[in-house]
């Protein structure tokens, strides 16, 4: 589940003449140049999956198009101006306003083109009905940290895709993260554990370094302390197979400071509260999909 080592060292390391080479064939339309848009974008590019000259990107904020624009891409405020010519089509957009997207680009559409959506909630059948027939769909979850290179994406294949489409969504997102098939009924829970998990993270970093801080520690040496405590343990998890009650074991001697905490955890509905947000998460992504 990390990042092959191919992949980790091109991030590393950057781009090469070779694979700039064999991505070269495809231009790329990013419709939606938001936080998704840009970690996209800045991910495949530091990967050197795609030279900067083959992505094309809209928005109508010209805020986000500045953003984007100074990675070296091409921008535009017109939708179909960009999908046209383009061979993959990522729709970066909002649940709320994906039919107007949809409509706008609908008319050049055709069968050359690869979509694919990351638009929470959104189904491949909805997509595929406010386009023309054939259209090539694919749905995908994937979260922020690709922008790091550590993305979690999940991606469902549409009936008029074709096995390569697949490897080819695969190759894109896992050069920014892990990233597996499966079917389209697990996107919305995936939506609620990876998709949303980032913010729960994030907040779970933030309340540990407040607990750092009423403690005594600097503000920015919690901080720091509480993100690498957190990187440290999901790396013990892919990287030794281990479960986690397994190495949360490890850390708990009898009688210690670490069980006198997980305790208070407990006591305190810390699971609890994690299962409930994946679970609140997941319903309204469901919900976005009946509307």
Known sequence: MRLSRVFYQLYRKGPTEHHYSEAAKMSIAIVGAGKIGQAMARGFLRAGLVPADRIIATSPDPDCLTQIGSLGVKTTYDNKD??????????SVKPNIMPSVLKDIAPVISEKHLLISLA?????????????????????????????????TIFARGATTKAHDGELVRKFFSSIGYCDEGDESFIDAVTGLSGSGPAYAYTAIDALA??????????????????????????????????PMALKDDVCSPGGCTISAIHKLEEDGFRKCLINAVEAATLRSAELSQK
């Open 120 to 152: 929470a909630g959104v189904t491949i059948d909805y997509i595929e009905k406010k386009l023309p027939a054939k259209a090539r769909v694919v749905r995908v979850m994937s979260n922020t940290p690709c922008l790091v290179g550590e993305g979690a």
């Open 82 to 91: 960009a999908v046209q010519p383009s061979n993959v089509v990522f729709l």
């Open 210 to 243: 407040d607990g750092g801080v009423k403690m005594g520690l600097p503000r920015q040496l919690s901080l720091k302390l509480a993100a690498q405590a957190l990187l440290g343990a999901a790396k013990m998890i892919l990287e030794t197979n281990r479960h």
